[in-house]
């Protein structure tokens, strides 16, 4: 059974990214917003539902490693696994004067980490000052966003804003749907192979919950969207930490492992720098950097053991 949850899983969320990129497109070409802001809002927010599903069921479960380690996991998998994927399916072009605020941000997010960990505690407090942080960022995004979307769109793009709107929110419903599935039975399978909850959180878990942006980075990279692809990278990463993490820490304060301070965290910090220097400092993202990216994550899966 927990084979036929992960095949139904694994559908699931290469239909809702289709269906999320058709509609998140549409309303960028028919407001005239930047598809790099539509990207890390509707996109790379609406992607991160399961990671915030997730964290929030382990950490009401009192399974605090899965609810932390599928947010640094599915952050470093966002990078290395789908923006190197991302990579070999189409090079990344992407420009624009927001790209180094957004990216900033990310880098931001993941430093701010480094002093909450040290406490070994995310409470309440804690939990408050990163939404408020995301909020913040959210009116910064807002104010300043950008150029409007000029990427060429085919014409399976909706037409009105009404018919987009209901694009995003029935893939979002058909993604979230598909990752509960393909996370019940990849987590069911690890243990009975007898994993960690520390290693299922920042692995099979965290790779589970981050394929809704897997299916549509990859989505939006055939359709040549690069600015969507990787705006939902950043902005999925952006909302992990500010959003997810503080909504889990508001609900149900959590311990943090050593282990997350020690290596994992310095893991996400380190890729999200790289990340960052290659969109800022090259015009294009060629394939061969995409493959560069996915020996990083294979590298950092197995030392994670």
Do not use: H
């Amino acid at each position: 059974m927990d084979y036929i949850y992960i095949v139904a899983g694994l559908i699931g969320l290469f239909f809702g990214g289709e269906a999320l990129v058709r509609g998140s497109v549409g309303i960028a070409k028919r407001l005239g917003m930047s598809s790099l802001l539509i990207g890390l809002t509707v996109v790379g927010f609406g992607t991160s539902t399961p990671e915030l599903l997730v964290s929030v069921q382990a950490a009401l479960n009192d399974v605090p490693a899965i609810a932390i380690g599928n947010i640094v996991g599915s952050n470093i998998a966002n990078i290395l696994l789908i923006g190197g994927l991302t990579c070999l399916v189409w090079p990344i072009r992407v420009s624009g004067a927001t790209l180094k605020r957004d990216t900033g941000v990310m880098i931001a997010a993941a430093l701010v980490l480094v002093p909450i960990f040290v406490t070994g505690q995310m409470g309440r407090l804690t939990g408050f000052l990163l939404l408020a942080g995301l909020i913040g960022y959210l009116v910064w995004a807002y104010l300043q966003p950008g150029d409007a979307a000029e990427d060429d769109v085919d014409g399976a793009v909706p037409k009105s804003i009404p018919v987009s709107v209901l694009w995003v929110v029935g893939g979002l419903v058909v993604l979230i749907f598909g990752a509960r599935f393909l996370v019940t039975g990849a987590t069911d399978i690890a243990r009975d192979f007898g994993l960690s909850e520390a290693f299922i959180g920042l692995t099979i878990v965290a790779v589970g919950t981050s394929l809704p942006e897997l299916a549509t980075s990859i989505i939006a990279a055939f359709r040549k969207q690069s600015e969507i692809a990787i705006g939902n990278i950043v902005g999925s990463n952006i909302f992990n930490v500010l959003g997810i993490l503080g909504v889990t820490a508001l609900i149900a304060p959590i311990p943090v492992e050593a282990r997350f301070l020690t290596f994992d965290l310095p893991v996400m910090i380190a890729a999200s720098v790289l990340f960052a220097a290659l969109l800022l400092t090259r015009p294009i993202v060629g394939r061969g950097l995409g493959v560069g990216l996915l020996i990083l994550y294979v590298v950092y899966v197995y030392v994670a053991q």
